[in-house]
């Protein structure tokens, strides 16, 4: 009896202040079931990363695995520091230098949102939070371009300037305060333009500056572990549902909408491929298959909140037709962007950004200006396609030749024979020396 009583009290006590935390100031208005989708779908996003390390790192050759691997990982150290010091600030700030980039002295190492709650209801360090995902995996989304040929050091100088001067800025222009493509009423939902298109682009650029492989095309370069990349991409699928339902930035309809469509397109995507494979070579691969799910998930992410399910479908279906298209093109011209992400993330980037306006849901048209016009809001989107992917690719060719001027961007013949693995990092993936 006394035991019972003493517990009681004791969870008196302890209940006091914990009701009067959640009662007072700011931490009123907090809508916890946003808030908790919202850590939700951080948490998502941030699998994404070692998802795509998974992905890529299953597609090269045994001795590059762990540096391949390490490019995604990395960015989550450098850009995870970046992002709290300077990136929220100049992403999300109010309009400086006429524009170009925003800033706001409070997001400085985010030490005025301590008690932040931004309009939806959520704690401004889980939106913070949420958006740093994005950052971060913008640019591990580049190193699969030029996989397997690059020097870890002038890797990091290059997602940290790339970063500064490409990312941030255009993240300002499409969801920033007073962006002028926000202004303009471009249609980015959940990054399309943002990550995708500004990535691939940037991607190749840089692909293309370094040259191929060594060997490439001639010698086989056939992916190591099949199994690894299959469930590398299944986290990606997963990790998708946050990236793109957790851009609502709310626990309700909308995001209900973003989900469903995320997963129509994603499907779509890999029906598209497979069929197309089956078609051609009578049996379906299952790099095929994760390359049509990608396609269509990188098609639907701009467009996530304001097509209809039969859109996101369509999007899906025509996305994957127009990256494998894209990849035999690659092949015949004979440029090696490695693991292929101009032909899916900027390939599927630009068709999600442009033929979303054909399939916008009537609801959300109905909530438009007076002098909104599908006409218009198309060339809005092409436009805005056109602004990410010249400023991308003019900028990331000045970063990589600084990068290659200071430190020397691309391995040396040894270095490059031996594998990343080894030269780079001195580890070996799977605890055998390698050659091939």
């Known amino acids: 009896m006394l035991s019972r009583r003493f517990f009681l009290i004791m969870f008196a006590l302890l209940a006091v202040p914990v009701h009067t935390l959640l009662a007072s ?55 995870g520091v970046l992002w709290v010091v300077l990136g929220y600030a100049l992403s999300f700030g109010q309009n400086v230098l006429g524009g170009f980039i925003g800033w706001n002295t ?32 913008a640019p591990a989304l580049i190193a699969g371009s030029f996989a397997e040929r690059v020097k870890f050091k002038t890797y990091l100088f290059f997602i940290l300037f790339w970063s500064l001067l490409v990312y941030l800025p255009v993240a300002h222009w499409v969801w920033g305060p007073g962006g002028f493509l926000a202004e303009m009423g471009a249609i980015d939902f959940a990054g399309g333009t943002v990550i995708h298109i500004t990535a691939g682009i940037s991607g190749l650029v840089v692909a293309l500056y370094l040259g191929a492989r060594r060997g490439y095309p001639k010698t086989a370069m056939n992916p190591n572990n099949l199994v ?68 269509g998930l990188v098609a639907i992410t701009p467009a996530a909140g304001v097509v209809t399910p039969e859109g996101a479908i369509v999007l899906g279906f025509i996305s994957s037709i ?31 950004a442009i033929a979303l306006v054909f399939f916008l849901r009537p609801s959300w048209v ?71």
């Open 25 to 79: 100031g700011n931490n009123a208005a907090i809508d916890s079931g946003a808030t908790a989708w919202m850590l939700t779908s951080t948490a998502l996003v941030l699998l994404m990363v070692p998802g795509l390390g998974m992905f890529y790192g299953g597609l090269v050759r045994t001795k590059n695995v762990l540096g391949t691997m390490m490019h995604s990982f990395s960015a989550m150290a450098v850009i």
């Open 106 to 137: 409070d997001y400085f190492f985010l030490q005025g949102i301590d008690e932040s709650i931004i309009s939806q209801h959520i704690p401004e360090y889980v939106f913070a939070m949420f958006q740093g995902k994005f950052a971060i995996i």
């Open 366 to 436: 109905a909530e438009q200006s007076a002098g909104w016009a599908l006409s218009r809001q198309l060339i809005t989107q092409s436009i805005t396609v056109i602004i990410a992917l010249v400023y991308a690719a003019v900028v990331t060719y000045i970063i990589t030749i600084a990068a290659d001027k200071l430190f020397g961007f691309r391995l040396s013949v040894s270095s490059e024979q031996a594998g990343m693995d080894r030269s780079e990092h001195a580890e070996h993936g799977y605890g055998l020396l390698h050659i091939n």
């Open 228 to 295: 690894m990349t299959l469930m590398g991409a299944g986290l990606l699928w997963v990790g998708w549902f946050g990236f793109n339902a957790g851009s609502s930035i709310s626990s309700g309809l909308e995001t209900a909408r973003a989900l469903t469509l995320t997963q129509a397109a994603a499907a779509s995507g890999a029906l598209a491929w497979m069929l197309i494979e089956g078609i051609q070579y009578n049996k379906a691969t299952s790099l095929g298959f994760v390359s049509g799910m990608l396609a």
């Open 322 to 352: 127009f990256c494998y298209f894209a990849i035999i093109l690659k092949n015949k011209i004979g440029y090696d962007d490695s693991l292929d992400v101009f032909g899916i993330h900027g390939v599927a980037g630009i068709i999600g």
